[in-house]
């Protein structure tokens, strides 16, 4: 079952710059990146330690709807969604707080 997620604008708020992709805790070890882009891709990422966690963090930024699902990570996202991601690796989510992003996830911005 996918995690649902809603990305709404807090009136007198910003939103994160879509400049780089996001940050990982100081913890956890880049396995991939994607910088801003838009529409479909396959985001390749590195093998990790037997037992590792994975992570991804996904910033996006636009009208439509993104798509992110693991194994391997595809991406499919609208034409006007700008989107980046990065990916981590580090302790299992048993010793830790569990990310929504990990799985699969579908995020909507209206």
């Keep these: 079952?996918?995690?649902r997620?809603?990305?709404?604008?807090?009136?007198?708020?910003t939103q994160p710059s879509l400049r780089k992709p996001p940050e990982?805790?100081?913890?956890e070890s880049l396995a991939g990146r994607q910088k801003v882009t838009t529409g479909n891709a396959n985001v390749p990422y590195s093998k990790g330690k037997k037992g590792d966690a994975?992570?991804?963090?996904?910033?996006?930024?636009g009208k439509g709807k993104i798509t992110v699902a693991?194994?391997?990570?595809?991406?499919?996202?609208?034409?006007?969604?700008?989107w980046s991601m990065t990916?981590?690796?580090?302790?299992?989510?048993?010793?830790?707080?569990?990310?929504?992003?990990?799985?699969q996830a579908l995020l909507t911005q209206e």
């Design 54 to 61: 994975l992570t991804i963090a996904v910033s996006c930024q």
């Design 87 to 103: 990916i981590g690796r580090g302790a299992p989510a048993q010793s830790r707080r569990m990310p929504a992003e990990l799985g």
């Design 70 to 82: 693991v194994r391997p990570v595809s991406v499919e996202a609208s034409p006007a969604v700008h």
């Design 5 to 13: 997620a809603t990305a709404d604008t807090v009136p007198g708020t």
């Design 24 to 27: 990982l805790d100081p913890e």
């Design 1 to 3: 079952m996918p995690i």
